[in-house]
């Protein structure tokens, strides 16, 4: 199996988890997941398998978008209703209320990791020391928020955010700080990632239908070529003989393309990633296997 799964991860479940289910259906351990998901949260999980593994770290686009349910009037120690209640309040929020402050919290914020999040301090992951009740400095970080849009009120406290925001941001702490600036405890409800980089939900498959897919035998059918993550770079055709230096690791020459990085096509499809330099190729990252 080779290419990208895009999985709709369940509720309750680790990344980790989801990898862990799909090495038992796919048959393969090469797999790698990119956009670590909480188990609380639901949505877009891109997994990566076989020799599209390698292209986990290469992808241009790290943006993600969330739908957030928000509470106010609670406070817990993980930013989340899993958590342990630390705060409650009787004050109410408005719509209103809530709109005005929204503005503030968009474009460059600067943003404090939360202590339940895999952050290390000293090779030690934050999470870790918060279960042991340590509590230790952070640093805020730069995170950019492009998009932060009201879209209801599902309950008396309960508010439906939709977040577009860049690799990075701690949506628990983006609604905690919503809360400070509101004068009002809040804590994050719910939350379901609708895209992660160009993969949305549209692309998305659950366990359960991509276990029915390998029953059926067409499970191949939900994958998505790994060349998908590049289809942002130009392409460059390259004939046969080309291909075969390539593929033994050596440089090609007389190219007639402009200096810059290519997706390489051969007369059998996709090869991978070449860069052109003083009409010299050489291969970046080949996605086909030697012979």
């Not at 977040?163 to 609604?175: D, E, F, H, I, P």
């Not at 770079?233 to 007639?256: D, H, S, W, Y």
């Amino acid at each position: 199996m080779n290419g990208i799964l895009i999985v709709d991860k369940p509720m309750d479940w680790t990344s980790f988890d989801v990898i862990a289910k799909l090495r038992g259906i796919l048959g393969t351990r090469k797999l790698g997941h990119s956009g670590t998901l909480d188990p609380m949260a639901t949505g877009v999980l891109p997994v990566f398998a076989g020799g599209a593994s390698k292209a986990v770290d290469m992808q241009p686009n790290h943006d993600k978008t969330y739908r957030a349910v928000v509470r106010f009037g609670l406070a817990t120690d993980t930013g989340d209703v899993t958590g342990t209640t630390l705060e409650t309040s009787d004050v109410t929020v408005s719509k209103e209320q809530l709109q005005a402050v929204l503005p503030q919290f968009t474009g460059d914020i600067m943003q404090t990791p939360p202590m339940y999040s895999a952050v290390k301090i000293n090779g030690t992951p934050l999470y870790k020391l918060a279960r042991q009740g340590v509590t230790v400095e952070r640093k805020a970080r730069p995170v950019t928020i492009y998009r932060l849009d009201l879209l209801e009120q599902c309950a008396q406290q309960d508010f439906v955010l939709e977040v577009a925001c860049s690799k990075g941001t701690y949506v628990r702490t983006l609604v905690e700080d919503l809360g400070k600036a509101l004068g009002v405890p809040a804590t994050l409800a719910g939350l379901r990632r609708t895209q992660a980089g160009i993969f949305d939900l549209q692309h998305s498959h659950t366990l359960e239908e991509i276990q029915a897919a390998k029953d059926n035998g067409t499970l191949e059918q939900l994958f998505l070529p790994v060349e998908t993550v590049f289809e942002h770079l130009p392409l460059l055709e390259v004939n046969q003989e080309n291909t075969a230096r390539l593929m033994n690791g050596a440089p090609c020459f007389r190219i007639k393309a402009q200096d810059g990085v290519y997706r390489l096509h051969s007369e059998d499809g996709f090869l991978g990633l070449g860069r052109v330099q003083n009409k010299q190729l050489k291969a970046e990252k080949l996605f086909v296997e030697r012979t």
